[in-house]
């Protein structure tokens, strides 16, 4: 079973001459493990996609299942409930609560959902701890680096038993090496069975994912074919001069 | 790529053997840049030549023959590393020449021609990119041999945006500015002015 389907997406704001038709239309199926960056021009309409298969805005028409749930047929404590459990949401901006220190915002979503605070701060720490952040675990946000604070971010996205990472834009304003760590840690929870989609307009982020949809005008217009080995990339012998 | 000076680089740690230097290219390469024995051979004996190298002059050329880099050799190494590489004129870039003539085709789409091939260097970039997914594969030479190809690709990637964004802003202003001209998209940008400009190698 996949674990977001988007059928037949669309989103209009407005109406009459200021009406925006910011989603037309869009299909799109993101199975366990997979990755699937989002790539298109300001306006495309990136954003909206991942707000709505984040049930944190309501498409105009169309479906949007997550793990086979139909979000339509939710109560609002139950899209809650899954937004809290099952979906991880990373924002260019981090997000974190500068009055918590790393290990607690990593460990607030657990405690929401009634964990003991330190039964959650155990698995907020070994979330870290995996991630090579053990060290900061105890810093506040703004003891910490760009960097370091998009993986405490991630950190938060993959605590507990979530199955879904959306992510908008997640390296920023970060430096290549930063960007890249941030996108292998992403790599790293997919491995695990997440399933993740990274809108970003960086093609060397997009770069780790396993399919690459092209967002227009609120439509997908194209997609990467599933790619052979990098074998195919090294040339054979007597090509260098 | 240059086999001579990658050669000379090598010797500079010490006297080597023909096979020995080519297994040390391609592991200096991360294995991106594999070369045949006879290329290494050719390239050793036109140092020699030069007085670049010496070598054992005992043997013939094979395996078993030693080479060591000469002062002149170093003084050439020294001053390659420090020639920029002929990166002034713009090269006659195909891509740039295929969107250029897909401006003047009539019928054809000028942004799909674009898509289709930022699609390409979208899926190029991907099997790059799983190159460095297991990081104890990754040693240090092939992640800068992949990083330089990855920073090649996305610059490329970034121009096909810039003219994608550039075409619909001059199709915006063109209807804006005569909107009978609105349903002809995109408008036909002019060629540049400045036709010779880099068109001369």
Known sequence: MSMLELRGVTKVYGQGDTMVNALRGIDLTVEPGAMVAVMG???????????????????????????????????????????????????????????????????????????????????????????????????????????????????????????????????????????????????????????????????????????VVFLRDGHIVDQTAPQAGPESLLSTPGQAQ | MSVKHALLALLSEGPKYGLQLREEFESGTGEVWPLNVGQVYTTLQRLERDGLVESDDTTEIGPQKGFRITAAGAEELTAWLRTPPDLSSPPRDELVIKVLVALRVPGVDVHEVLQVHRRYLVELMQQWTRLKEDEADYDLSLALVVDAELFRLDSVIRWLDSADGRLKRAATDAATATPAAAASQPSPAPLPKRRRTGARR
């Not at chain 1, 220190?101 to 003991?116: K, M, Q, R, Y």
């Open chain 1, 41 to 211: 021009p300001s306006g495309s309409g990136k954003s909206t996609l991942l707000t709505i298969a984040g049930s944190l805005e309501e498409p105009t028409e169309g479906e949007v299942l997550i793990d086979g749930a139909l979000l339509r047929q939710m109560s609002r404590n139950a899209k809650a409930r899954l937004r809290r459990r099952s979906i991880g949401y990373v924002f260019q901006d981090f997000n974190l609560l500068p009055g918590l220190t790393a290990v607690e915002n990593v460990a607030l979503p657990l405690e929401l959902d009634g964990i003991s605070g330190r039964r959650a701060r155990a698995t907020g720490n070994r979330v870290l701890d995996d991630l090579g952040l053990s060290k900061r675990a105890d810093r506040f946000p703004d003891q910490l680096s760009g960097g370091e604070r998009q993986r405490v971010a991630i950190a938060r996205a993959v605590v507990g038993e979530r199955h879904l990472l959306l992510a908008d834009e997640p390296s920023g304003a970060l430096d290549s090496v930063n960007g890249e760590a941030v996108m292998r840690m992403v790599h790293e929870a997919c491995k695990r069975g997440v399933a993740a989609v990274v809108v970003t307009h960086d093609a060397q982020l997009a770069s780790w994912a396993d399919r």
